[in-house]
């Protein structure tokens, strides 16, 4: 019989710790039914609400058992290394069944993506999209409908719509498509690349730190997203009063097939080619703008380095072929200068023998007095001296005269400024010197005549509408087009409605102070980027007052916007001035979608309709990067910044962020 040594009252053994008490056990055989009899006592109000008091009495057998002791005290606690492993086993066992579980969920999705069904069926395709109808001056097959605009509902409710056709696949087109609301209009990009290629990245991708494929996009995977169509070809000329676009493309046999696609709205992005600068020899470089330029200048370079390894090569001709000029002194030539003696110098000697390493030699040739002379000073000279702690040579204010076959003829001015002829041996050269126009846009140009006089690019006005072609029916965007300021031309059309209020002739009447600021603002929203140069209206008011009679007659303030006009400069042939443009057409032509069901319950055909429902185009520039080998320069808007590896970390993060 176990009991309570103090014989306390079961309340107080309930509440308190107690002490230890021993417990006997019994084998099976030898258990026999136990009884508990309670002896209650007297009990206490403080206690009223609990059992009463009693004696608790265990009558048990006498048997002869094992016993031990049994204590209320905490079971003990593991150690600090028992603990450590315990959750190491418990976090990796449920990392595994994660990825076990992530790995089964790939392997069954894979396997759900496998048809055992032909996918194939009836489709309708309209008798006109087999066997268009001819027409037009040339008398060409007419493509008013397409093989493709009857695959699906969603696309058969936009063969109604209106028609916009996008030339090209580059920065501008890219970001209209992807700006642009799925089924406002019945899209065709037309293009003689069916892929995107990111541009900024192309001088690695020619050394082999990017690979080719990791540069380009399919154009048709941005276009289904509009549920808009692709057309592989090239463009070769528009008729403007018909509105025909007209395409080539060479069939199965290799004959050139010419058609007319219709347009509503016409957007030209077919980028720019490489300015030659009339300079001979040309065919014995290589350029940089393109896929098939990037993979054959990396052939060419490991063509030289295994020529260079041959037994039968000399010393003069292996010093020759590892001579690697580049001509241009811009953003591509210098990344590319960079890039190349960073494979040169660090991948060459794991592959190559020692000795091409001393006999390789880096030339940039740059027609001005400094390499990235469109940055800030001080960063031309950090890239200079970067260049020069690397070995690559630095040919400033030098001009190509001839490229041949295995020399460049160059002309470099001493120190007397006298032009002295030089020569260069060399292996490779890459050109690249700014930009010029297509065949393509020259002909647009000539057809247009005077409304057309760059030689460069293609005129656009402020909402980016191609110069001389019927209002809102043509723009053009990116490298192959400049936005013209003429702000002085347009004297008359900001003076006019002021004319009209005080019943005056425009070139005759004095513009007072108050007059001149609304003058101004009619100037900025016109003219976006003349804003910088109205920021001091009194001072410009109190420059060309000459009579000092407090008012600006008609020839003072025409003086006064010629000089804003000659203060504006054209805008960068860069990839984020096409991007932000292509943004700004997709935001405009939604809205004119917007508009138009309004418009055409009023029976509004007529008017300046982009000037009606959008802003003008409104560059903001957003900084200039360049990398200078295991270091970039930044330039953005005056604040300049230079640096190491964290300056490429950072010039790859923005570029790998855009991509």
Known sequence: MIRNGSRRAVSQFCCRPQPAWRLQTFSPIQSQRASISFRSTNTTPLASSLPPRAFVSLQLPPLAAHSRTVSTRALPTRGPVFRFFYRTFAYVGFFILVSGGLVVAFFAYDASTYREDLSYRDIPVSASALEPRRGGPKNLPIAEVLVDDDDCKEMQSQK??????????????????????????????????????????????????????????????????????????????????????????????????????????????????????????????????????????????????????????????????????????GPTGVEFAAELFDMLNEDLLRSFPKILRNEISVHVIQSRGHILNTYDEALSKYAEARFAHDQVEVLTNSRVKEVRPDKILFTQKDENGESVTKELPMGFCLWSTGVAQTDFCKSLANGLGSTQTNKHALETDTHLRLNGTPLGSVYAIGDCATVQNNIADHLVHFL????????????????????????????????????????????????????????????????????????????????????????????????????????????????????????????????????????????????????????????????????
């Open 160 to 329: 109604d719509k209106p028609k916009l056709v996008i030339l090209g696949s580059g920065w501008g087109s890219v970001a209209l498509l992807k700006t642009l609301n799925p089924d406002d209009y019945h899209i065709t990009v037309v293009s003689p690349v069916n892929y995107f290629l990111f541009t900024p990245m192309l001088p690695s991708a020619t050394v082999g730190t990017l690979e080719l494929r990791s540069l380009v996009e399919p154009v048709r995977r941005i276009v289904q997203r509009v549920k808009g169509h692709f057309i592989k070809a090239e463009a070769v000329g528009v008729e403007f009063s018909e509105r025909l676009l007209e395409v080539q493309q060479a069939d199965a046999s290799g004959v050139m097939q010419h058609f007319y696609l219709p347009y509503d709205k016409l957007v030209i992005g077919v980028g720019s080619t490489t300015n030659p600068h009339g300079v001979k020899g040309l065919e014995n470089c290589h350029f940089l703008k393109s896929i098939d330029d990037a993979r054959n200048i990396r052939n060419r370079i490991l063509q030289n380095l295994e020529r260079a390894c041959l037994p039968t090569t000399n010393d003069q001709e292996r010093r020759r072929l590892l001579s690697f000029v580049v001509s241009g002194g």
């Open 496 to 659: 006019r409605g002021l004319a009209y209020e005080q019943g005056r002739d425009p070139e005759s009447m004095k513009v007072t102070f108050a007059e001149w600021r609304g003058v101004a603002q009619k100037v900025k929203k016109r003219f976006p980027q003349a804003s910088d140069h109205l920021r001091r209206l009194d001072r410009l008011f109190q420059e060309y007052d000459k009579d000092q009679s407090g008012t600006l007659d008609f020839g003072e303030l025409h003086e006064l916007l010629i000089q804003i006009d000659n203060k504006l400069t054209s805008l960068p042939a860069t990839a984020q001035r096409a991007h932000q443009q292509g943004q700004y057409l997709g935001k405009k032509f939604n809205k004119m979608a917007a508009a138009a069901p309004g418009l055409q319950a009023n029976e509004v055909d007529y008017g300046d309709l982009d000037e009606a429902v959008y802003k003008a185009f409104d560059y903001h520039h957003l900084g200039s990067l360049a990398y200078i080998g295991n270091s970039a320069v930044f330039d953005y808007n005056g604040l300049s910044f230079s640096g190491g590896l964290l300056a490429v970390y950072l010039w790859r993060s923005v570029y790998f962020a855009q991509s």
